[in-house]
């Protein structure tokens, strides 16, 4: 069952014993990092749930007005909450305290084709504080029926007694050999997909949003200017370099950040000799050339200069600035 779905043989035995226990927990949570598929099962696992003969797959009505495939998610006992975007800006506000209200009252209408209703909650973990608390009060009372699957990536960031109140499922990253098996059988090159499948660290969605966004084109970006260090007149330098320049937008900018962090962090692994496997294995013969010129402290700099820089980016500073005080940063720190 679900055997389109990578990996995650635990979570799916698990969910297959739900589907035939007499006595259910009403919440679970599907904890793990981003692109890991953790949304992928729970609407699978909610097509079947809702389906009369718990397959899933049998064409009936439920399946249809639940269809994966075509993104036809119309039933009418399922019910998706998640992040909306802020009219001005675009970007994702954090779950709200009216968003729960609304789900809340949801709760006094009975399933219509189901004996149950099922809610898929995303971004669990994005809740405001007045959010959470409003949707603590509907897991310690659930409406008759309703079955609630919440996602989340970061435990830190629930409430202790919402984490009390679900029965945990943690989603860990995919087998790198399993992930590079699938980019290949999605049309990749097989260079690519090895790549690609490490950087990754085991996530299929992560990796194939990477191959969307053109990463080995970001990545040329990113090995130049570390090949071009140290810069002998850095603003000349940076004037000329496509992250500079007006327009580049933030995700980008986000991408190229991620990139360099891995590349010195492969360089930090390979001048401390610790034998792991580079992130960037196609590159890793060049890598060790450059990591000669490194010291253990300055790599260090440079990843601290990094984060900084995504951290800056995520909280709406500007582009360009922080692109130029990371680039400056880790120039200084390679000089020292």
Same mark, same amino acid.
Request: proline share 4%.
């Given at each position: 069952?679900?055997?389109?779905?990578?990996?995650?043989?635990?979570?799916?035995? $698990?969910?297959?014993? #739900?589907?035939?226990?007499?006595?259910?927990?009403?919440?679970?949570?599907?904890?793990?990092?981003?692109?890991?598929?953790?949304?992928?099962?729970?609407?699978? /696992?909610?097509?079947?749930?809702?389906?009369?003969?718990?397959?899933?797959?049998?064409?009936?009505? !439920?399946?249809?007005?639940?269809?994966?495939?075509?993104?036809?998610?119309?039933?009418?006992?399922?019910?998706?909450?998640?992040?909306?975007?802020?009219?001005?800006?675009?970007?994702?506000?954090?779950?709200?305290?009216?968003?729960?209200?609304?789900?809340?009252?949801?709760?006094? /209408?009975?399933?219509?084709? !189901?004996?149950?209703?099922?809610?898929?909650?995303?971004?669990?973990?994005?809740?405001?504080?007045?959010?959470?608390?409003? /949707?603590?009060?509907?897991?310690?009372?659930?409406?008759?029926?309703?079955?609630?699957?919440?996602?989340?990536?970061?435990?830190?960031?629930?409430?202790?007694?919402?984490?009390?109140? =679900?029965?945990?499922?943690?989603?860990?990253?995919?087998?790198?050999?399993?992930?590079?098996?699938?980019?290949?059988?999605?049309?990749?090159?097989?260079?690519?997909?090895? =790549?690609?499948?490490?950087?990754?660290?085991? !996530?299929?969605?992560?990796?194939?949003?990477?191959?969307?966004?053109?990463? $080995?084109?970001?990545?040329?970006?990113?090995? @130049? /200017?570390?090949?071009?260090?140290?810069?002998?007149?850095? +603003?000349? #330098?940076? @004037?000329?370099?496509?992250?500079?320049?007006?327009?580049?937008?933030?995700?980008?900018?986000?991408?190229?950040?991620?990139?360099?962090?891995?590349?010195?962090?492969?360089?930090?692994?390979?001048?401390?000799?610790?034998?792991?496997?580079? #992130? &960037?294995?196609?590159?890793?013969? &060049?890598?060790?050339?450059?990591?000669?010129?490194?010291?253990?402290?300055?790599?260090?700099?440079?990843?601290?200069?990094?984060?900084?820089?995504?951290?800056?980016?995520?909280?709406?500073?500007?582009?360009? +600035?922080?692109?130029? *005080? +990371?680039?400056?940063?880790?120039? &200084? *720190? #390679?000089?020292?």
């Amino acid at each position: 069952m679900w055997n389109n779905i990578l990996g995650h043989e635990q979570q799916k035995e $698990f969910l297959q014993r #739900y589907l035939q226990a007499k006595e259910r927990p009403h919440a679970l949570l599907f904890l793990g990092a981003e692109g890991l598929g953790k949304k992928q099962l729970a609407l699978a /696992f909610a097509k079947t749930l809702l389906c009369p003969q718990h397959s899933g797959e049998d064409g009936c009505e !439920s399946c249809r007005l639940l269809n994966l495939e075509d993104g036809n998610l119309s039933h009418p006992d399922f019910l998706l909450l998640k992040r909306e975007a802020d009219e001005k800006t675009g970007r994702l506000k954090d779950i709200g305290i009216d968003q729960i209200r609304d789900l809340t009252g949801k709760a006094a /209408f009975a399933p219509v084709m !189901s004996d149950r209703k099922v809610l898929v909650l995303e971004d669990a973990d994005r809740m405001t504080v007045p959010a959470a608390n409003s /949707f603590l009060k509907l897991l310690e009372e659930p409406p008759a029926g309703w079955v609630i699957i919440m996602l989340a990536t970061r435990e830190d960031k629930l409430l202790s007694t919402i984490l009390s109140r =679900v029965v945990c499922l943690r989603f860990a990253p995919v087998p790198v050999a399993l992930v590079e098996q699938e980019l290949v059988r999605r049309g990749l090159a097989a260079e690519q997909a090895a =790549v690609l499948a490490r950087i990754s660290e085991g !996530s299929v969605g992560l990796a194939v949003s990477l191959a969307e966004r053109q990463v $080995f084109e970001m990545r040329k970006q990113a090995v @130049a /200017f570390l090949e071009a260090l140290p810069l002998q007149t850095p +603003m000349n #330098y940076l @004037a000329g370099r496509v992250w500079q320049q007006k327009g580049f937008e933030r995700q980008p900018a986000l991408l190229l950040c991620q990139l360099l962090q891995l590349l010195l962090r492969d360089l930090l692994m390979l001048k401390l000799r610790t034998g792991n496997p580079c #992130y &960037n294995q196609d590159l890793a013969t &060049n890598l060790a050339e450059q990591s000669r010129n490194w010291s253990v402290k300055s790599l260090h700099e440079a990843l601290a200069a990094v984060q900084d820089a995504f951290w800056n980016l995520e909280n709406n500073v500007g582009v360009r +600035m922080a692109l130029e *005080a +990371m680039a400056l940063k880790i120039d &200084n *720190a #390679y000089k020292e």
